[in-house]
């Protein structure tokens, strides 16, 4: 008939028409989407549950045996020995490796969105990490003078100088008792600022230097601007260390960890605490997708979190934590230094670990 020949020469309708078995079609890209950003969603609040509900582990190691390896303890800075008996140069904190990557103007490109990606790429667990760091590695004493290397934005050194404010002796002190030290001035100048808001003046002192050379400074204030250099750190001042996700970005990091031990006091109640990334080893489901947040969620997060900009240097981030190496091996090389490990404390199923060492005496 005309009517059904007209109803089979008509057009369907365009959602209808693009339709076809297994739900293609603006309806079915629209569930995808949906359905994306729910697993989007629903995968990291799986990950943080988990997390939230993980106890660390604690390896604790032979002091002993690790002092015995440690071997003889650099007293000068600067330089490193090479094989033909001379000196070379050590390339300046994390200075260009690998086109820049690591180094204190890389910080500088993405300091401005530092602190918000932090927490979206550790859901919102990094200031866990560092009052663990804190409170269950350096114990601080009211009389303690601390070094925090690759300060950052100074979220460990603001968390050391308002603990020992809250101890009290911070008012009969010569001058600050936490000195911040990093190599990017724009993450500093920041830093300042978040210094001042919270009324730490006199208390925390931000400088912009190096960790394989701690024996030269440059204060910094809050609109960048930096002091000619100044003598650094002395050696045997400090009580306690600490360092966050930065050791992996020096060059040379047997150097550093020799500047920590001559500027340590050598006492045993001395501590030097590193927090860093690690590969985990996958072997569990949840140490699998902590491995896979690591390698395929973290470059992605910095992409989008700096507007496109620091994609390559959140996948610089990666490759960094890849190199790294594992913990044990870590703790190996702080003893080769004269810094004895005593305990690793694992957080995130192996992707963030805690160093607490004492010197070798």
Wanted: aromatic share 6%.
């Amino acid at each position: 008939t005309k009517r059904a020949e007209a109803s089979r020469s008509s057009p369907r309708p365009p959602a209808l028409a693009n339709a076809g078995p297994a739900g293609r079609g603006p309806m079915g890209f629209a569930r995808g989407c949906c359905k994306f950003a729910a697993a989007f969603g629903v995968v990291p609040a799986s990950v943080l549950v988990a997390v939230l509900l993980e106890t660390p582990v604690v390896i604790e190691l032979d002091a002993t045996a690790s002092s015995e390896s440690s071997g003889s303890v650099a007293t000068t800075s600067g330089a490193v020995a090479d094989k033909s008996g001379g000196e070379k140069s050590v390339p300046e904190f994390g200075k260009a490796i690998s086109g820049g990557m690591g180094s204190g103007n890389m910080f500088d490109r993405i300091a401005f969105a530092y602190d918000s990606t932090n927490k979206w790429m550790s859901l919102g667990l990094d200031q866990r990490w560092r009052r663990a760091l804190i409170d269950d590695c350096m114990r601080l004493e009211g009389q303690d003078r601390v070094l925090d290397l690759a300060t950052g934005t100074a979220d460990v050194s603001i968390l050391a100088g308002t603990r020992l404010k809250q101890l009290g002796e911070v008012a009969a002190a010569e001058g600050p008792v936490v000195m911040g030290l990093d190599p990017s001035s724009e993450m500093l100048r920041r830093g300042v600022s978040k210094v001042e808001d919270r009324g730490l003046n006199g208390v925390v002192r931000l400088v912009k230097g190096d960790a394989q050379d701690l024996s030269v400074v440059r204060d910094i204030d809050a609109a960048g601007g930096l002091s000619e250099p100044m003598a650094g750190v002395p050696s045997e001042s400090i009580d306690k260390i600490s360092m966050s996700f930065g050791v992996r970005n020096v060059p040379n990091r047997d150097l550093a960890l020799r500047e920590m031990r001559r500027v340590l006091r050598n006492k045993d109640s001395s501590r030097v605490c590193i927090l860093e990334f690690s590969l985990p080893d996958g072997k569990s489901f949840w140490s699998w997708v902590a491995r896979t947040f690591i390698t395929k969620v973290v470059p992605f997060i910095g992409k989008v979190a700096t507007m496109g900009s620091g994609g390559e240097e959140y996948q610089y981030l990666e490759r960094s934590i890849l190199k790294f190496p594992m913990p044990r091996d870590f703790a190996a090389e702080m003893g080769r230094a004269g810094l004895s490990v005593r305990t690793i404390t694992s957080f995130a199923y192996g992707a963030v670990n805690l160093y607490s060492a004492s010197p070798a005496l």
